[in-house]
Nanobody
Framework: QVQLVESGGGLVQAGGSLRLSCAASGSILSINAMGWYRQAPGKQRDLVVTITTDGITNYADSVKGRFTISRDNAKNVVYLQMNSLKPEDTAVYYC???????????????WGQGTQVTVSS
């Protein structure tokens, strides 16, 4: 089994910061791209940012300059540093990763359970 477990969400005032973490564990041979997505109430799940194993990133325009993604390949962990938070950043944040479990298995996408981020005005 493979699990992605997020942590670090919470309630913060506008202008504040939060740091999310996502740890992948279980039967893992290798991990390719990792990323963060978010879903606000009544809306679809949207990309926040992704990062490849080489550190190439792709940010949504709405978070550029405010959010920073990083990863520790040795620990199978991805982080999201969120600064200058706005009320519109309020959402459930989900971690995603493309994981290969063995040499005979294909790449599969896994999701975490989500962590709530609430930004008050």
């Amino acid at each position: 089994q493979v699990q992605l477990v997020e942590s670090g969400g919470g309630l913060v005032q506008a202008g504040g910061s939060l740091r999310l973490s996502c740890a992948a564990s279980g039967s893992i041979l290798s991990i390719n791209a990792m990323g963060w997505y978010r879903q606000a109430p009544g809306k679809q799940r949207d990309l926040v940012v992704t990062i490849t194993t080489d550190g190439i990133t792709n940010y949504a325009d709405s978070v550029k300059g405010r959010f920073t993604i990083s990863r520790d390949n040795a620990k199978n962990v991805v982080y999201l540093q969120m600064n200058s938070l706005k009320p519109e950043d309020t959402a459930v944040y989900y971690c995603s990763a493309y994981i290969r479990k063995s040499l005979v298995s294909s790449w599969s996408r896994y999701w975490g359970q989500g962590t709530q981020v609430t930004v008050s005005s």
